[in-house]
């Protein structure tokens, strides 16, 4: 449905009193629906007439548009602060001219435009809604940046302004863009939208007044599902015991609950898992530092752990005290020839948080994009710009770093103590990616969700800080477990039958980052927690949930929400997107068999013939020994630390041996990480982006066509053995809603209800090159309209 834009470029400068209008037989009809201009792929004949009609009279000509506004949904406890009404949202085009006209709201939990533009979706395409938040909501912790254009001037917005915009720019964390004009709203209520925006986005936050606390109070008599249905979470001794004896670690280690009640560390959970001869009464020596915690066991009885390293002294007498504490410690978990440890400091020869922060902040511009030309601009040099964020080389190192530890676990039978200042950013990294190319339990959806709670929740890692929810420390702000989520992708995408999940699950994860209803992400410690939930304990809490009466029986629990459970964000039928049809069950074999098909090593699918040269900077198998030899060779754990070469030497053998294993989806995972096999995670980074999508093409297709085939063998193998396995079902849902529409984008599901580009392949830098818009108003016919393709 072709038409011509509402506005003309020109005169973005003042507030214009008048709208252009295209006559009806060109654009009337779909400015009746709330749209102005058009949305089309084929390009409208250019009007001869144009009518101009004033904003206010499109509102009291046409009542049935307001009466058809969209209804403002309010969460419990949600509530309305600052409105503004005749605000454009507009379509992120060359001109910004096109869009939808509605009402811009903020409340203390989402920022939301209300348009009426519910009509132009059809109902097959909404097939992925999340209940929670709407497609045109921001929640107020997903807000990263704010700008305003001042006669054509893009500047940041914060504190108290003295001139208003003209147009308001929000960049969110989860890469969304949203262009709001202002130009026809009253004056006022662009003051008090745009105050109020500011205010409760960027402005200092206390815990207490986070909206996660008005939700769970006024929630509370709605019914919420016990949170263990869906993953461990590590909150009662017998959590961890169970941990223990899954991973045949209970032989060394013990649980232990000499921090129950935070009496000994805030940073520790009240319960966690330590080597079996430690006594009890070393734990609280140093608050809890210097301390082997447990990680994970592997099946030859190596174990990873993880310590926090003690605080540095000057004073000689303290520092002798911590040696020989420290070589006690040591000598429970290192006793040549039964028991080696191996260590690895992370906070000196491994990535700093300051690189993380740095490379994602450059990495993230690429995908903020505020309209089509600057999309096509940076497409020529977007792999340069790519490789200059280090995003990429970052996640290497990553899988490389989770390689060697378990080069050590699993060829060298060797315990691996990871050693970090509070062990709580980038050990949690390392230690959960080893887990999961090492555990196939860790690989199924229970089993990844009851990893992020030990390993991050409960471990201890400073989301509040590190997703910097309050806006009190930018410096703090790192996402580290975004890197994670990235890592584990990079496995998804090249292992796809041995996860129970899909990438879909990865990125809705990673959004739930920001919606604060959940408690899964807004903490920095269980005991903060803890600390913040009024009238119920932990043990109260507990009993609840077991049907018993506690001390607090006579009021229910604040009902703080874990993210584990999907139904509160998507329907059924969504949430089979959330499950790979793909996964390959591990077998049942019986015990005659067991013994004689275990394979201990496994290969990827597809490796180079030829290592690729790179810089010894960046180098796939070279390691940094000038950096590493000073940092660790001086410490007092220097006596447990190999060479250099000979490190490397025993990876290289490692590795080469496990290339040439046959696969095992169900054991060892190790991913391809040279070269060109990191690559970007298309659905998360590109989704918002119409020109990236391939429409009927991408990952997407052929997994659509997999599904087909899978089906149809399902109805063969129903129709011999004449039964229905309800695991069968569900994957057959999964294929049906994939085959829904014939062309799906290759960014599906969120990409289904976004425009589609209309941009001819050649950027718009080459269009330049190739003579003056009159010239190119001519030569029309020899450019190809992606929309129509």
Not at 253 to 280: D, H, I, Q, W
Not at 459 to 466: I, P
Not at 517 to 543: E, G, V, Y
Request: aromatic share 10%.
């Amino acid at each position: 449905m072709g038409g011509a834009p509402a506005a003309s470029a020109g005169g973005r400068c003042e507030r214009p009193p008048l709208i252009p209008r295209v006559a009806a037989s060109q654009g009337g009809g779909m400015l009746g629906k709330g749209v102005v201009g058009g949305g089309g792929g084929t390009k409208a004949p250019k009007p001869s007439f144009v009518s101009y009609v004033r904003p206010e009279e499109i509102h009291t000509n046409e009542k049935e548009v307001t009466e058809k506004e969209v209804t403002l949904h309010l969460l419990p406890g949600e509530q309305l602060l600052c409105e503004a009404s005749t605000v454009l949202k507009c379509v992120q085009e060359d001109s910004c001219q096109r869009g939808i006209y509605g009402r811009l709201v903020c409340t203390d939990f989402k920022i939301a435009f209300l348009g009426d533009d519910e009509s132009a979706l059809d109902n097959d395409e909404t097939q992925f809604k999340n209940k929670v938040i709407g497609e045109n909501d921001i929640t107020l912790h997903c807000v990263d940046q704010i700008y305003g254009v001042f006669d054509e001037k893009k500047k940041t917005l914060f504190g108290q302004l003295k001139k208003y915009p003209e147009k308001l720019i929000i960049h969110c964390k989860d890469l969304r863009v949203f262009h709001f004009c202002l130009r026809y709203t009253k004056e006022e209520e662009v003051k008090r939208i745009v105050s109020g925006i500011i205010h409760h986005t960027q402005a200092p936050k206390l815990l207490k007044r986070l909206f996660l606390f008005s939700y769970a109070t006024a929630a509370q008599n709605h019914t919420a599902t016990d949170p263990k249905n869906h993953a461990v979470m590590f909150d009662t001794l017998q959590d961890w015991c169970w941990e223990l004896e899954r991973t045949k670690g209970n032989m060394k280690y013990k649980a232990v609950s000499v921090n129950e009640g935070y009496k000994v560390c805030e940073r520790l959970p009240a319960y966690f898992v330590v080597p079996t001869p430690l006594p009890e009464e070393d734990v609280p020596r140093f608050h809890g530092h210097g301390i082997p915690i447990w990680c994970w066991s592997c099946h030859s009885g190596c174990a990873l752990l993880k310590m926090s390293a003690l605080p540095k002294e000057q004073d000689d007498g303290v520092l002798q005290i911590q040696k020989n504490f420290l070589d006690g410690i040591y000598k429970t978990i290192h006793r040549p020839p039964y028991e080696i440890v191996k260590t690895e400091d992370l906070s000196s020869n491994f990535l700093s948080l300051q690189e993380i922060q740095t490379a994602y902040s450059k990495f993230k511009q690429l995908f903020l994009i505020d309209n089509s030309t600057e999309f096509w601009d940076t497409d020529i040099k977007w792999f340069s710009l790519l490789e200059s964020s280090s995003w990429l080389d970052i996640i290497r190192r990553c899988l490389k770093k989770a390689i060697e530890v378990i080069e050590c676990l699993e060829a060298q039978n060797m315990n691996v103590l990871l050693l970090e200042e509070n062990a709580s950013d980038l050990c949690c990294l390392v230690s959960s990616l080893v887990q999961v190319m090492m555990d196939p339990h860790c690989r199924t959806r229970f089993g990844f969700q009851s990893l992020v709670q030990k390993e991050w929740i409960v471990g201890g890692h400073c989301f509040l800080d590190r997703c910097n929810h309050l806006r009190q420390s930018d410096k703090e702000e790192v996402p580290v477990f975004l890197l994670f989520l990235d890592c584990v992708w990079q496995l998804v995408h090249q292992h796809p039958p041995a996860f129970e999940f899909t990438e879909t699950y990865l990125t809705v994860l990673s959004d739930s980052l920001y919606i604060p209803i959940f408690s899964t992400f807004f903490f920095n410690s269980p005991h903060q927690k803890d600390a913040n939930m009024p009238r119920w304990k932990r043990r109260d809490l507990c009993l609840f949930w077991q049907g018993r009466e506690g001390q607090g029986a006579q009021s229910k629990p604040l009902n703080l929400l874990t993210v584990w459970d999907w139904s509160v964000q998507f329907e059924p039928k969504a949430q089979t997107l959330l499950k790979n049809p793909l996964y390959v069950e591990k077998p049942k074999l019986d015990k005659g068999q067991r013994k004689g098909t275990h394979f201990k090593h496994q290969r990827q699918l597809s490796l180079p013939l030829t290592q690729s040269k790179s810089s010894p900077k960046r180098g796939f198998f070279r390691e940094e020994t000038d950096h590493l030899i000073k940092n660790l060779l001086g410490k007092r754990i220097s006596k447990l630390i190999n060479s250099s070469e000979e490190l490397q030497d025993n990876f290289r053998e490692f590795y080469d041996s496990w290339r040439s294993k046959p696969p095992n989806y169900h054991g060892l995972l190790l991913p391809h990480i040279e070269g060109p096999e990191i690559k970007v995670w298309a659905q998360r980074y590109l989704r918002w982006i119409p020109e990236a999508q391939i429409l009927g093409g991408g990952r997407v297709a052929t997994l659509s066509k997999l599904l087909e085939t899978m089906e149809e063998v399902q109805r063969l193998q129903e129709k011999i053995e004449e039964r229905h396995h309800s695991q069968e079902a569900l994957q057959a849902e999964a294929a049906s809603l994939l085959r829904t529409s014939a062309r799906l984008s290759s960014l599906f599901p969120f990409a289904l209800l976004q425009r589609h580009s209309s941009k001819p392949v050649l950027p718009t830098s080459g269009w330049k090159a190739l003579g003056d818009e009159e010239d190119l108003a001519k030569r029309e016919d020899e450019f190809v309209d992606l929309g129509d393709v």
